[in-house]
């Protein structure tokens, strides 16, 4: 339906002029407890920042992997794997590592994910032939591929680096794969060690957001795009305070987000993501990975990682469902460069993108615009949390009571005439 196009500021106004009495009505995403069960028995192996260089920490990890329980095997966290991996040998992590990870004929641990060999893999994706060749990253291929079951996977085979660091990326995102459970993030199969580095997911019938975006002459109308938004919006959630463990993705982009059939995202592509102890209010990492366009301004210039980050990066991918424009363009402009000048000025016929033909909702168009703008506060601290993101792109916008007092010059300057409204 075609609408008259307000500003995102109205969405706020009309909020603030009734809002004082009323009490939010919009469900939270629950949290996995299936998962926070899945890893209980592990959270020992975290206590620590890092599992650190002393002996004594591998000689848990031995008496764990020696005492042979299949629950504690199960349980074992897959990071603890890889942070102990690093620091391996490669005969070492022969002799140590679950034979299950190593040796994809010699099995001794069930699990739920299917482990492959090499022949199963080349079977499955046609010996791994230029047709079934779906996507290409900085650190991988991924092949379509058809199992004997006839179910349709894609298989990514690591290829960047040298063996131990294929080995570190691939446990890193196994970890990480292994443990998230949730409707907005990609599905593992199972993983092959055999003759390569292999994680087996199940195929993401559209291709990423990416490819729907910009490598297709049909574009998504509105109503895909905002349940994109806010499908990707409840993964982050999910991530951040849903599982176990506070994960921070790292490289939420347009290409990392698979569309199912039904056009519902799956967050994809764990390479760069980190786990957070409950304490720590930021991670500093001093390598720098990513994606151009969509880094954080602390990350870029201090190397910070929070949750922020991701908050920052999912701004960026509102502003490309919006727009239809890429994070950085041909000529490597910066989408939040282009962007910045029109949210403030309200400018939305600019933003929108023209091959919506002026078709979308104009309140959902509000709230996106008005979560993309927060988002890519240049403070990070200014920037709402992705639970806060959620709540607005359902509507909610309760949360603003909290922000209005505890950030009144930023609402000063945004919302002036809105907030005298509402005070
Ligand atoms: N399950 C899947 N179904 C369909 N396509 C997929 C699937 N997984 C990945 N792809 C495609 O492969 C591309 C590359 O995958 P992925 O991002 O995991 O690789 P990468 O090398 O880690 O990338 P990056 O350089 O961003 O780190 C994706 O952008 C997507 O187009």
């Not at 919006?233 to 999910?238: E, N, P, R």
């Not at 056009?263 to 990513?290: M, R, Y």
């Amino acid at each position: 339906m075609k609408e008259k196009v307000d500003s995102p500021v109205t969405v706020l106004e009309d909020y603030f002029r009734s809002s004082d009495s009323e009490s939010s009505s919009s469900k939270e995403p629950s949290a996995d407890s299936e998962s926070r069960e899945f890893s209980k028995s592990a959270s020992r192996w975290h206590e620590s920042r890092e599992f650190s260089k002393s002996a004594s920490r591998w000689h848990a990890f031995l008496q764990l992997l020696r005492s042979g329980s299949k629950k504690q095997m199960n349980t074992l966290h897959p990071l603890s794997v890889l942070k102990l991996s690093k620091r391996m040998s490669t005969s070492m992590r022969e002799s140590i590592l679950p034979s299950c990870l190593l040796d994809a004929t010699a099995s001794p641990c069930r699990s739920p994910w299917k482990i492959f060999t090499h022949h199963e893999i080349q079977v499955a994706t046609n010996s791994f032939s230029q047709e079934n060749l779906i996507g290409k990253g900085g650190y991988a291929e991924v092949y379509k591929g058809c199992l004997p079951n006839r179910q349709l996977v894609a298989v990514k085979r690591l290829t960047r680096g040298t063996a131990d660091e294929i080995i570190g990326d691939f446990l890193s995102e196994l970890g990480v794969m292994a443990h998230v459970n949730h409707p907005n993030t990609a599905k593992l199969v199972g993983y092959g060690v055999d003759g390569g580095m292999y994680l087996v997911l199940e195929l993401s019938e559209k291709g990423s957001l990416a490819s729907v975006l910009y490598g297709s002459k049909e574009k998504p109308p509105w109503f895909i795009r905002h349940k994109i938004a806010l499908g990707t919006a409840k993964g982050i959630l999910y991530l951040h305070e849903g599982c176990q463990r506070r994960i921070i993705h790292r490289d939420i982009k347009a290409a990392n987000i698979l569309l199912t059939e039904d056009f519902e995202p799956q967050i994809c592509d764990f390479g760069l993501a980190k786990w957070l102890p409950e304490n720590w209010t930021h991670h500093t990492v001093s390598k720098f990975e990513g994606t151009f366009g969509y880094l954080a301004p602390e990350y870029l210039l201090h190397g910070i990682v929070d949750e922020k980050t991701d908050v920052f990066a999912f701004g960026v991918l509102l502003l490309e469902l919006v727009s239809g424009r890429r994070a950085l363009d041909y000529s490597q402009q910066s989408l939040v460069l282009w962007a910045k000048p029109l949210l403030k000025k309200n400018d939305i016929m600019e933003l929108v993108d023209p091959s919506l033909a002026g078709d979308f909702d104009s309140r959902q168009m509000n709230l996106m615009l008005l979560a993309a703008s927060l988002c890519i506060q240049q403070s990070s601290i200014r920037r709402p949390s992705t639970r806060q993101v959620v709540q607005l792109l359902n509507g909610n916008l309760s949360c603003f009571k909290g922000m209005k007092k505890t950030r009144m010059p930023f609402f000063r300057r945004v919302f002036r005439e809105e907030l005298l409204d509402s005070d």
